[in-house]
C-alpha cells in the first residue's frame, strides 16, 4: 500500500527535520520541501487517472470541458496554495501562509466566474 511508505516517509522526514533544525534551520525546511515534491511525484499518477476519469464523464455527461477545465483549475490552485502554506507554516511565517491562503480564494472565484454566470443565467431562464 502506498499510504504506508508515504506515512513511513513523513515520519522519517520528520524526525530529520527535528533533529537537525536545530543546527541548520534552513536545510531543515528544504528537507521538508523535497520531501513535499517526492509525495507529489509518487502522487502523480492517480492524479493524472482522476483527470482523465472527470474527462471522460464530461464528455458523457455533455458537460462543456470549458468547465470542467476550470473545475480541475480550481482544485490545482486549492491543492498548490495549500502546499505553499504549509511549507511557510513549518518555517514559522504564518502570516505569509495566511496570504498565500487569501490569494488562492481569490483566485479560485476569479476562475469561477464563469460558472457562476452560467448557473445564474440557466435560473433566469426557469424563471417566468
Given at each position: 500500500m502506498e499510504i504506508i511508505q508515504i506515512v513511513g516517509l513523513g515520519i522519517v522526514v520528520t524526525i530529520?527535520?527535528?533533529i537537525i533544525k536545530q543546527q541548520r534551520p534552513e536545510l531543515a525546511i528544504q528537507l521538508s520541501i523535497?520531501?513535499?515534491v517526492i509525495i507529489f511525484g509518487m502522487m502523480l499518477?492517480?492524479?493524472v487517472a482522476v483527470i482523465n476519469v472527470m474527462k471522460q464523464?464530461?464528455?458523457k455527461s455533455n458537460v462543456s470541458m470549458l468547465y470542467m477545465?476550470?473545475?480541475l483549475k480550481i482544485v490545482g490552485v486549492a491543492y498548490i496554495a495549500?502546499?505553499?502554506a504549509q511549507i511557510c507554516k513549518d518555517a514559522g511565517?504564518?502570516?505569509v501562509a495566511s496570504k498565500i491562503e487569501?490569494?488562492?480564494k481569490v483566485i479560485v472565484i476569479v476562475l469561477a466566474i464563469p460558472i457562476i454566470v452560467r448557473v445564474f443565467d440557466n435560473l433566469m431562464k426557469l424563471v417566468p
Amino acid at each position: 500500500m502506498e499510504i504506508i511508505q508515504i506515512v513511513g516517509l513523513g515520519i522519517v522526514v520528520t524526525i530529520l527535520v527535528v533533529i537537525i533544525k536545530q543546527q541548520r534551520p534552513e536545510l531543515a525546511i528544504q528537507l521538508s520541501i523535497v520531501a513535499g515534491v517526492i509525495i507529489f511525484g509518487m502522487m502523480l499518477g492517480k492524479i493524472v487517472a482522476v483527470i482523465n476519469v472527470m474527462k471522460q464523464i464530461a464528455q458523457k455527461s455533455n458537460v462543456s470541458m470549458l468547465y470542467m477545465g476550470t473545475v480541475l483549475k480550481i482544485v490545482g490552485v486549492a491543492y498548490i496554495a495549500e502546499y505553499g502554506a504549509q511549507i511557510c507554516k513549518d518555517a514559522g511565517e504564518g502570516a505569509v501562509a495566511s496570504k498565500i491562503e487569501f490569494a488562492a480564494k481569490v483566485i479560485v472565484i476569479v476562475l469561477a466566474i464563469p460558472i457562476i454566470v452560467r448557473v445564474f443565467d440557466n435560473l433566469m431562464k426557469l424563471v417566468p
